[in-house]
């Protein structure tokens, strides 16, 4: 069965077995008897952000060995992981509720995903009976055959693209947080709830769905998708189909209620996404359909286009806060969603609260958070005028600590809703409310030297913002 090497150890200390004291020399052996199999456990939720890190870890690899990418993306089969989590499609997951102050109503996004008990039946075929403990096999998805499915990288990064597509929000801008968690910055623990989106998710879909684009231009091989993907494809490129026949155009001035045309785009969408995750939610049929590489090419051509509107979208609309008049030209990070017209569905929750489904929605626009131009940047680090004019902007914005001459977590949060996270508790400069996390510094300052911003980033790291180059009593550690 499953072991890990501390393990083994601890259970020979248990049972007194006489093993030499150099544990070095006692696990090789067993190693080298033993199958590596990854194993995995659902944690405590799905984290928006958890996805996004895949391009950079690829490149980190690419740089020590960049003849092996081919290989690396087409010759090897990965498994699926199968979660004892389902997120709920909308219409279980809509709720009208009375707003924080308690003095109207308003439909917020709740318990969007529940521990699935027939989920954990279905694992229960792996539980060893000698031991109660769950084989590693519990831990993949399989077909109908009760064979692990299994998909080339290329073709499980795809549909991460495919999939994380059809998850922007109605405005065609972030992706939407619509499995009860938010991004990297998790002290928005209310913006789910919000029926909110980040722009930063955005940002690392549109670096994906380019390097999977590379890819397959470069290499020119088939790919080999999932039949139930296929199916949600379809629905999504028959959607903008409709969209593009309707005639839609694009306002000067955009409106904060989303246009009929985008809402019904969005809806199409989001239930062909809901439909594949019912779809897939015990198994794979084990059918497949193949793409060739020109097909995935442009599908992602098409895509890639409809994000990069989204991102301009963003812009315009902008930021809006304390001192924040939306004129910085700043990258937002995130948007959340009233829902403006909606129908009782009939179902409730568990504590007696109604379902709705969705008829119209307005955006809702946030102060500056530091992720949305880090993350941005990266989409631009080739071009130094853009990076220039985005690091001047940001130096000059309600970012900067112009004491420490370092770079604030997010803007003023002053007059901001409760609804929207844990922060909104906190005294300005105290955990995540206008204060200084040099976790997201350090990435804002390694964007300055990938974007060859060589003096920005020099001043910056010399005038304190890296912590070698701070004064001792400023520190106080």
Same mark, same amino acid.
């Given at each position: ?49 958890? #996805? ?22 087409? !010759? ?24 924080? !102050? ?9 318990d ?6 027939g ?20 831990? #993949? ?29 109605? #405005? ?6 619509e ?6 910055l ?35 091989r ?32 955009l ?27 015990m ?16 599908i ?28 910085s ?52 680090? !080739?071009?130094?005028s ?45 955990l ?7 976790h ?6 390694l ?31």
């Amino acid at each position: 069965g499953p072991f890990r090497p501390g393990q083994l150890f601890q259970l020979c200390d248990q049972i007194g077995v006489n093993r030499v004291e150099d544990n070095d020399a006692f696990v090789q052996p067993i190693l080298a008897a033993a199958e590596d199999r990854a194993m995995g456990v659902y944690g405590t939720g799905y984290w928006a952000d958890h #996805w996004d890190y895949y391009v950079d870890l690829i490149e980190a690899y690419l740089a020590i060995f960049p003849d092996g990418e081919e290989a690396l993306m087409y !010759d090897q089969k990965l498994r699926y992981f199968f979660s004892t989590a389902t997120v709920r499609p909308r219409s279980q997951k809509y709720v009208l509720d009375l707003t924080f !102050d308690g003095q109207s109503k308003h439909v917020i996004q709740l318990d969007s995903t529940f521990f699935d008990m027939g989920k954990l039946e279905e694992q229960g075929a792996f539980r060893n009976k000698r031991n109660g403990l769950l084989g590693i096999e519990a831990s #993949w998805q399989r077909d109908n055959n009760n064979d692990p499915f299994m998909s080339s990288p290329i073709a499980k990064l795809f549909l991460l693209s495919s999939v994380k597509f059809a998850m922007r929000d109605a #405005w065609g801008m972030g992706i939407e947080y619509e499995g009860g968690r938010p991004g990297w910055l998790d002290s928005m623990n209310g913006l789910p709830g919000m029926v909110g989106s980040g722009m930063p998710e955005t940002h690392e879909l549109y670096l994906l769905m380019k390097y999977v684009k590379k890819v397959v231009d470069k290499y020119d091989r088939d790919v080999v998708i999932p039949s139930e993907l296929h199916d949600m494809i379809l629905k999504v490129e028959s959607a903008l189909d409709e969209l593009k026949a309707f005639g839609y155009q694009e306002p000067k001035s955009l409106p904060r209620e989303v246009p009929a045309q985008l809402f019904t785009y969005w809806d199409t969408v989001a239930t062909a996404r809901e439909q594949y995750r019912a779809d897939t939610n015990m198994y794979f049929s084990g059918t497949t359909q193949t793409y060739t590489a020109k097909k995935v090419s442009n599908i992602l051509d098409r895509w890639i286009d409809e994000v990069e509107a989204g991102m301009k979208r963003a812009m315009k609309f902008g930021t809006e806060g304390f001192g924040d008049d939306g004129t910085s030209g700043i990258p937002p990070a995130y948007f959340s969603y009233d829902v403006t017209d909606y129908e009782e569905n009939g179902d409730h929750t568990d504590i007696g609260l109604p379902l709705v489904d969705p008829k119209a929605m307005t955006v809702g626009i946030f102060p500056l958070f530091l992720e949305g131009p880090v993350r941005y940047m990266k989409t631009i680090q !080739d071009d130094q005028s853009k990076m220039m004019d985005t690091y001047e902007r940001v130096l000059n914005s309600g970012l900067r600590d112009t004491e420490l001459k370092m770079y604030f977590l997010s803007a003023s949060l002053t007059g901001q809703t409760y609804d929207m996270g844990r922060q909104i508790a906190f005294a300005p400069g105290w955990l995540e409310n206008q204060s200084i996390w040099m976790h997201m510094s350090y990435k804002y300052y390694l964007q300055l030297i990938r974007g060859k911003l060589y003096e920005q980033f020099f001043s910056e790291m010399k005038g304190g913002g890296i912590l070698p180059f701070m004064e001792p009593e400023v520190y106080g550690r």
